[in-house]
């Protein structure tokens, strides 16, 4: 239960008011991020976090007629935030690390897999050395960058079939040039 004093303009807005209308909603809210997060467990963190939104936005409104309808625009507003946020920190491209990974796993980077690592960057490095800058560059802001071709069509000023042929073309290089290991 949300317990929580907030000042408003006309005074206290009370506690009892958020006592009754947040979790009167909070089933309506889990059910919302539930359906709308790609991992459901997140659903009970967004809902204190809409809570606690509520909570600052009302300090400066005391007459809020339609809560429901106040939640869900809170909740909305608060997907489309963290959505904006992974967006820009590229959080759908992140790997998790698996609990398993341990001294003894396949996955562990022992010396000798860092050494081989380093010497296959090191190929690539010098693969993409070798193609035109205009294909280097595309190919780098596709799959390093992660930008879309039309974005790199316009920020090279090229077409968005020349994109697609410059970034075949590197990964055909990349591949030639390091067996097949090593391409994005």
Same mark, same amino acid.
């Given at each position: 239960?949300?317990? @929580? ?13 958020? $006592?009754?209308?947040?979790?009167? %909603?909070?089933?309506?809210?889990? @059910? ?11 659903? $009970? ?44 920190? @590229?959080?759908?491209? %992140? ?16 010396? $000798? ?52 042929? %410059? ?5 055909? %290089? ?11």
């Amino acid at each position: 239960m949300v317990m @929580a004093r907030v000042e408003g303009a006309e005074g206290v807005l009370g506690a009892e008011v958020l $006592e009754t209308a947040l979790p009167r %909603h909070g089933d309506l809210l889990r @059910a919302y991020f539930r359906a709308r997060l790609p991992c459901p467990q997140d659903a $009970e963190d967004h809902v204190q976090e809409v809570y606690s939104r509520v909570i600052a936005a009302t300090a400066a409104q005391t007459s809020i007629t339609n809560w429901k309808g106040f939640l869900l625009r809170a909740a909305a507003n608060l997907l489309t935030d963290s959505f904006r946020r992974d967006q820009a920190r @590229a959080g759908g491209r %992140h790997v998790p690390l698996e609990d398993g990974m341990q001294a003894g796993s396949d996955d562990v980077a022992t010396p $000798e897999r860092v050494v081989a690592a380093r010497q296959r960057l090191g190929h690539v490095q010098l693969a993409l050395a070798e193609l035109d800058p205009v294909c280097r560059e595309a190919f780098l802001l596709c799959r390093v960058e992660g930008m879309s071709h039309r974005d790199i069509a316009n920020r090279l000023g090229i077409d968005v079939g020349a994109v697609t042929r %410059h970034v075949e073309r590197a990964l055909l %290089h990349l591949a030639r040039r390091t067996g097949g290991r090593g391409a994005a």
